[in-house]
T-cell receptor
Framework: DAKTTQPPSMDCAEGRAANLPCNHS???????VYWYRQIHSQGPQYIIH???NNETNEMASLIITEDRKSSTLILPHATLRDTAVYYC??????????FGAGTILRVKS | DAGVTQSPTHLIKTRGQQVTLRCSPI?????VSWYQQVLGQGPQFIFQ???????GRGNFPDRFSARQFPNYSSELNVNALLLGDSALYLC??????????????FGSGTQLSVL
């Protein structure tokens, strides 16, 4: 599975959009981009995934560049409850995920 | 509906002992995966079971084993515990009717401490 690079931490003001970047320059054509988050003392929570088109659901939007070498997860209106570790994962199968260290997102009032 | 449930929530063992962790998937989910999360790191894939058969194994020693029962619940066994086995053990289940790019639903994990 391809490797991903994420910033170790980011801050965001409450109510503003949080944009979390992820680089995956070695992604293969049949690999998906998955995003999960982990709030302290809980298991990871699925957010969204995509192959090459931009995706949106009730939680977030996923923007994948045309060359698929990077992506951005957008939380449109961050709240304090969005403070968590966000993991960007690239893989062919959603059931054998290779997690990296992720990005610690701190939402501040 | 109940989510993924794991038991126990916390466990303390000593080196050399054996431990069994349990997981009940979401109703209707036939696939269960196990992950190990050491403090400060992301979860690492250990096993995946689907329809009671092992479908994937991560880079873990043979001291780690698992099985899945007819009701799709699962157990993870670790023998000859080492201090380095101290971690949060996470179980995840998934919907069998989605494609292989399914999403995982995680439990809250079992915190294992080896002294």
């Amino acid at each position: 599975d391809a490797k991903t690079t994420q910033p170790p931490s980011m801050d965001c003001a409450e109510g503003r959009a949080a944009n979390l970047p992820c680089n995956h320059s070695t992604i293969s054509g049949n690999e998906y981009v998955y995003w999960y988050r982990q709030i302290h003392s809980q298991g990871p929570q699925y957010i969204i995934h995509g192959l090459k088109n931009n995706e949106t659901n009730e939680m977030a939007s996923l923007i994948i560049t045309e060359d698929r070498k990077s992506s951005t997860l957008i939380l449109p209106h961050a709240t304090l409850r969005d403070t968590a570790v966000y993991y960007c994962i690239v893989g062919r199968y959603g059931n054998k995920l290779v997690f990296g260290a992720g990005t610690i997102l701190r939402v501040k009032s | 509906d109940a989510g993924v449930t794991q038991s126990p929530t916390h466990l303390i063992k000593t080196r050399g002992q054996q431990v069994t962790l349990r997981c009940s998937p979401i109703s209707g989910h036939k696939s269960v995966s196990w992950y190990q999360q050491v403090l400060g790191q992301g979860p690492q894939f250990i096993f995946q079971y689907y329809e009671k058969e092992e479908r994937g194994r991560g880079n873990f020693p043979d001291r780690f084993s698992a099985r899945q029962f007819p009701n799709y619940s699962s157990e993870l066994n670790v023998n000859a515990l080492l201090l380095g086995d101290s971690a949060l053990y996470l179980c995840a289940s998934s919907n069998p009717f989605q494609a292989t790019n399914e999403k995982l639903f995680f439990g809250s994990g079992t915190q294992l401490s080896v002294l």
